[in-house]
């Protein structure tokens, strides 16, 4: 899936769009952890990081591909909270930013299918085994 990776993995959303937010004039843990995200190089960026900006639609451009490379590996991979929670944050994003990237809404798409068929056989193969 590098085939997605038209920026440096290693530079921040901050040095990428090349803007600093303002620091926060509130006292929120996901605006507080938000922020500090926007300074870590993308690639260092964890499962839940992703997760976490992904669900307030950050920098979705660069962090959409990130996700499905890692979903990819796991469809089931996770932040914090349970197995999947990186697939329901990408299926919770706006249609607009899908019809905007159709290569990643069809690679999103494959990957759902895969995992479908994927699991249709292991199905087969249980009820065959336990008749």
Same mark, same amino acid.
């Given at each position: @899936? ?17 803007? +600093?937010?303002? +620091? ?23 499962? $839940?990081?992703?997760?976490? @900006?992904?669900?307030? *639609? #950050?920098?979705?451009? @660069?962090?959409?591909? =990130?996700? =499905? ?5 796991? #469809? ?15 299926? *919770? ?14 690679? =999103? +798409? ?6 479908? $068929? ?5 199905? *087969? ?7």
């Amino acid at each position: @899936m590098e085939k997605y990776f038209h920026f440096d993995r290693n530079k921040s959303i901050e040095e990428l769009e090349g803007q +600093e937010w303002d +620091e926060p004039n509130f006292d929120s843990n996901v605006v507080g952890r938000c922020y500090r995200l926007r300074g870590k190089p993308i690639c260092e960026f964890t499962n $839940e990081d992703l997760r976490i @900006m992904i669900g307030q *639609k #950050i920098a979705l451009d @660069m962090l959409v591909p =990130l996700s =499905l490379e890692i979903i990819s590996d796991n #469809i089931l991979a996770e932040g914090d909270y349970y197995p999947g929670d990186i697939l329901e944050v990408l299926l *919770k994003i706006d249609s607009l930013f899908w019809k905007g990237n159709p290569i990643y809404k069809k690679d =999103l +798409e494959s990957l759902l299918l895969k995992n479908i $068929e994927d699991l249709s056989k292991k199905l *087969k193969e249980f009820q065959n085994n336990n008749r």
